[in-house]
């Protein structure tokens, strides 16, 4: 059984940082290109980041580069999302899944709100 737990969000005020973690169980996680995915509230989930099997590529959307890092730790299963200078319009539910074709199982999510 696939379990997507993200973790990590909060109330920060524009310009700070967050790291979001999602530990993944029930599928071989190294074999998978994972992708972070975000929902603002009235819109549509957005793919934000995405990362190789092995970690050597990733992409982002044109909105977050530059400001967002991705990274994996194969030995724990863990996908990572380092956010910094963060802007209101980031405000969202985050959650993981894998790429370019997400699992039918999602997580939570976690809640990033920024707002002074």
């Known amino acids: 059984q696939v379990h997507l737990v993200e973790s990590g969000g909060g109330l920060v005020q524009p310009g700070g940082s967050l790291r979001l973690s999602c530990l993944v169980s029930?599928?071989?996680?190294?074999?998978?290109?994972m992708g972070w995915y975000r929902q603002a509230p009235g819109k549509e989930r957005e793919l934000v980041a995405s990362?190789?099997?092995?970690?050597?590529?990733?992409n982002y959307v044109d909105s977050v580069k530059g400001r967002f890092t991705l990274s994996r730790d194969n030995a724990v299963s863990t996908v990572y999302l380092q956010m910094n200078s963060l802007k209101h319009e980031d405000t969202a539910v985050y959650f993981c899944?894998?790429?370019?074709?997400?699992?039918?199982?999602w997580g939570q999510g976690t809640l990033v709100t920024v707002s002074s």
């Open positions: 990362i190789s099997n092995v970690g050597v590529f990733t």
């Open positions: 029930g599928i071989h996680f190294k074999f998978n290109a």
């Open positions: 899944n894998t790429h370019p074709r997400p699992l039918d199982a």
